[in-house]
């Protein structure tokens, strides 16, 4: 067992029953506390955001190859990612050993808390990492087949390469933004009537999709390639997901070369970055691979993690009402699989880099992850509690994703990844 994994384990914080982060979470983000202008690296313990920087410079991080605090003064956590990962696990049990209640010589020593810790209403989160490139897999079976029904051929919905590799296309990185922030109604090219010619304007079809992303901690070189049984050592941890889509644009578009604008005008990620550690506990076999896959995709261990996902809408001054539920464990392809099928041919990876897995959808209908699947393409509307029809999202409408582990013993949660959508701005 990891050691800052120990479900026994308390903390001297006080911690609300149910929380997404107790000490066996220990996340990290990048925040900036409302009454000072530099953001810093954070970690989060029920609802205390703590300063890494401030106990850095306390002197807790010396014998781990943290000589002073200035990784934790930076804008992103790439800095510190790069550090590699027997420092990224230093720290996450330090942070534990820190705020473990038996630690009584620490939590009782009058100044220790001086400066370490803001509630998370007095800081603004931001950005976790600085992205260099964006991969979006296509990884649920559920969704894969949804798709094909709805734009293929309803017979042989699955392409025939699907069931062989892991497929993705190349996305926008400078277009993910963190949960809170708006988004604009994009405007594109859309052809209303099969065979007529295509009219521009704002699209009528905003649409969420429900997924989870892995952050890369590592770089390679071109040319190099990353054995699935070592992908483990490069991805950093997971955040929530939501790559926003245009389906009319979407559809117009998409042929021959995949989807373009109609997916990067903005995707929204949750603020804290929970690490592959913390989710050892919820590992989990995945769906039988048929047929047999290539030997540099086999992958011994269970490669899936029990993650609870779901999707709420809240209408302008309306109450959330959850639309969907699903899990990261009906992911086909694994995060591992993933990434090596990335780095096959070659691709080098950069720290920081996003790896998104794609809708997850389970194989009910109230686990479908997206409007497309949910309202069969428009067909059959949501009906949300104040009596209002949606086929797709409407401007002002607010999305919510959220997810979280959990056994018997212990919680590890996500928090939320919550966006807006705003009108779009036409041309004058």
């Not at 996450?92 to 509630?119: K, L």
């Not at 049984?229 to 559809?251: E, K, P, T, W």
């Not at 779901?310 to 539920?325: D, F, Q, V, Y």
């Amino acid at each position: 067992m990891i050691k800052a994994n120990d479900p026994s384990i308390k903390t001297w914080l006080q911690v609300k029953d149910g929380s997404d982060f107790p000490i066996q979470n220990i996340p990290f983000g990048i925040f900036k506390p409302f009454n000072r202008t530099n953001p810093r690296a954070g970690t989060r313990i029920g609802d205390h955001v703590i300063d890494l920087a401030a106990i850095a410079e306390k002197g807790y991080f010396k014998d781990i190859e943290i000589e002073s605090g200035e990784v934790f003064y930076r804008s992103s956590l790439n800095e510190f990612i790069a550090l590699g990962k027997p420092v990224w696990q230093a720290v996450r049990e330090r942070i534990s050993d820190i705020f473990n209640h038996a630690n009584e010589e620490i939590w009782r020593t009058e100044d220790f808390t001086d400066g370490i810790f803001y509630d998370i209403s007095e800081v603004e989160m931001l950005m976790p990492v600085e992205p260099g490139d964006l991969t979006d897999f296509y990884s649920s079976l559920e969704h894969a087949t949804n798709i094909g029904k709805l734009f293929g051929n309803p017979k042989d919905p699955i392409p025939e390469n699907w069931r062989y590799m892991p497929l993705g296309y190349h996305g926008k990185a400078s277009s993910v933004v963190v949960s809170g922030t708006s988004v604009r109604r994009p405007l594109g090219q859309i052809q209303l009537y099969e065979d007529e010619t295509p009219d521009f304007g704002p699209s009528h079809q905003m649409d969420f999709e429900l997924e989870m992303a892995f952050i890369s901690g590592g770089k390679t070189r071109p040319g190099e390639r990353i054995p699935i049984d070592h992908a483990a050592d490069f991805i950093f941890g997971l955040v929530l997901f939501n790559d926003l889509s245009a389906r009319d644009i979407q559809q117009w578009e998409q042929n021959p070369l995949g989807p373009f604008l109609s997916k990067s005008f903005g995707s929204v990620i949750s603020p804290w970055v929970v690490t592959l550690d913390a989710l050892e506990p919820f590992r989990v076999e995945g769906p039988e691979q048929e047929p047999e896959v290539f030997s540099y995709l086999s992958y011994s261990h269970p490669g899936n993690f029990n993650i609870r996902l779901e999707a709420l809408m809240a209408p302008e001054g309306e109450e959330p009402h959850r639309i969907c539920r699903s899990n990261a464990k009906f992911i086909y392809w694994n995060i591992f699989q993933q990434l090596t099928h990335q780095t096959v041919n070659g691709c080098n990876i950069n720290v920081g880099d996003l790896f998104a897995t794609g809708t997850i959808s389970g194989p009910t209908h109230g686990a479908f992850g997206s409007m497309l699947e949910l309202t069969w393409n428009g067909r059959k509307p949501i009906v949300l509690p104040n009596g209002e029809h949606r086929k797709y999202l409407n401007d002002n409408d607010t999305i919510i994703i959220r997810g979280h582990a959990e056994n018997e013993k212990v919680r590890i949660g996500f928090g939320e990844a919550v966006t807006k959508i705003l009108p779009a701005v036409e041309f004058e």
